[in-house]
């Protein structure tokens, strides 16, 4: 705060201290101010287009804010620079977001992926596995940065506390917080909890090797993009991407990458360098193991108009996303939209994202912005909205199974990729087909077409007091199903169907 105000009387002084307007986008990125950074950062590059530093950091504050398209054309100016830290920086940055990007297709993501594998895997020496085991259970290892997330790990708690721990050694590799009861793990004696924050990948790569860890598990993808050099040493003898993957990760290191068949089509496999394995049912099953708030009624029986709402992420919040709910809004005149999360805590994002519906003819009054709160109080936020909408191509995963518990169908569609399908997965799992549209003119005519009709209140409100009973009964919420998926998976890199 104190860095920015003092950039901000230098150029008070002198507008023309580019240098001050690169100190002050960098304080305001700091302070997780975009729509500030954003304005500041772009009067450096317009006079400096060689600035790849300001380039990266100007990609990061449009990245947040869902201008994704924006973020990658920067980030690739900044990677085609002369510096070679700035370069690594853009190249991974590049890598985690454009499964994301509006505008690139599947093999345009594997290439990108692939690039910043090949950057880092130059200097890493296969480790190599241990021999292998005989008369022993399997050992199998977790590899997570986000163990104490409870509202992320409902996926995973469900499938690691279902363990046959007769046939299943289970080894947590935890780079954050422990395990635990708050988060939904169930503890097992057995289990053998690895903390290993600060260990290089090597290190733990050999650590792998000598534990004789025959199954490695990665549950982060790229958001934890550090620890995905582990896998390239290859230090169990079979590895798989399962959670948190949603587009290749173009490393060849993981024998396995688990999907569905709602995810992945079988004419887009050639876009993923591992083979793509699909599970019965969804591969986000998932269950809650923690305490969560009472489904309520929906409020458009006490307001008399339908609140659409969103509870994602800001940077999911792309310029299609922001064009297709001001569609909807436009087409339905008494509905309102509700958008919560943390990046609107502050102000000056909130004015841009305000500036983006307004271009597209969204009056102020008909949205309301929140920030972030405590999990439950942010959960019981979902009282207030009757319909989800989702984004893409980035669709909610955590999101959608928080508004799914909480009673709020989630409207979605058949995207293009892996990413804009996981709603799709989740919805047809937990048989709810009509909420998903076969492409996004669809989606809108259907968002229009329940803000209009007069029988969607009453289905809403018996669509959301059946609702937890319906996803307890359904694949979605099936995951001893997935669990023995996943099981057989581990003993044997093939899905035996029942």
């Not at 590799?173 to 990948?201: F, K, Q, T």
């Not at 060849?252 to 599970?279: K, N, Q, S, W």
Request: hydrophobic share 45%; net charge neutral.
């Amino acid at each position: 705060m104190e860095a920015a105000a003092a950039y901000r009387r230098a150029l008070q002084a002198d507008p023309a201290l580019v240098e001050a307007w690169y100190g002050l986008g960098c304080a305001c990125v700091s302070q997780f101010a975009y729509g500030d950074a954003i304005g500041a950062l772009r009067r450096v590059v317009a006079q400096r287009p060689d600035a790849a530093g300001a380039r990266c950091t100007l990609a990061e504050a449009l990245f947040q804010l869902g201008e994704v398209d924006a973020a990658v054309a920067e980030y690739r100016l900044a990677a085609n620079g002369g510096d070679a830290d700035v370069r690594a920086i853009a190249l991974g940055a590049l890598a985690c977001i454009t499964p994301g990007c509006p505008s690139l297709d599947h093999a345009a993501i594997r290439a990108v992926r692939e690039s910043w594998v090949a950057s880092i895997g130059r200097a890493v020496r296969p480790i190599g596995p241990a021999p292998d085991p005989t008369r022993r259970k399997l050992r199998i290892g977790y590899v997570s940065a986000f163990f104490g997330a409870r509202n992320w790990m409902k996926p995973v708690w469900g499938v690691i506390n279902r363990h046959d721990r007769e046939r299943f050694e289970v080894h947590l590799l935890s780079d954050g917080a422990d395990p635990s009861a708050s988060s939904g793990y169930v503890d097992h004696p057995e289990d053998r909890v690895w903390r290993i924050g600060g260990m290089s990948n090597t290190e733990l790569a050999r650590r792998v090797r000598e534990v004789g860890l025959d199954v490695l598990i990665d549950l982060n993808g790229y958001s934890r993009q550090a620890r995905l050099g582990l896998f390239l040493h290859r230090p169990a003898r079979r590895q798989i991407a399962w959670f948190n993957a949603y587009a290749t990760s173009g490393i060849p290191a993981f024998d396995l990458l688990v999907g569905d068949a709602a995810v992945v089509t079988p004419d887009e496999e050639r876009h993923y360098c591992e083979r793509v394995v699909r599970v019965p049912g969804s591969y986000l099953a998932f269950e809650v193991g923690y305490p969560v708030p009472e489904v309520a009624p929906p409020p458009v029986l006490r307001n008399g108009w339908l609140t659409f709402g969103s509870f994602a992420s800001a940077h999911k919040i792309t310029d299609p996303v922001v064009s297709a709910w001001s569609r909807i809004l436009l087409g339905a005149p008494t509905a309102r939209l509700l958008l919560r999360g943390q990046t609107l805590d502050e102000p000056s994002n909130r004015t841009a994202l305000m500036a983006r519906f307004a271009r597209q003819g969204v009056a102020p009054d008909r949205l309301t912005l929140l920030g972030g709160a405590e999990h439950f109080d942010f959960l019981r936020g979902y009282d207030a909205i009757d319909i989800a909408l989702d984004t893409f191509p980035y669709n909610g995963g955590t999101t959608t199974t928080e508004a799914l518990w909480q009673g709020v169908p989630v409207l979605t569609f058949n995207g293009d990729r892996w990413a804009s399908r996981t709603s799709r997965s989740l919805l047809l799992a937990a048989g709810l087909p009509e909420w998903v549209a076969a492409d996004g003119a669809e989606f809108v005519s259907r968002g229009v077409a329940l803000a209009q009709m007069v029988d969607t209140p009453a289905m809403l409100a018996k669509l959301r007091a059946g609702m937890r009973e319906r996803l307890r009964g359904s694949g979605a919420c099936d995951t001893a199903t997935l669990c023995r998926s996943l099981e057989t998976l581990y003993l044997t890199g093939l899905i035996i169907k029942n």
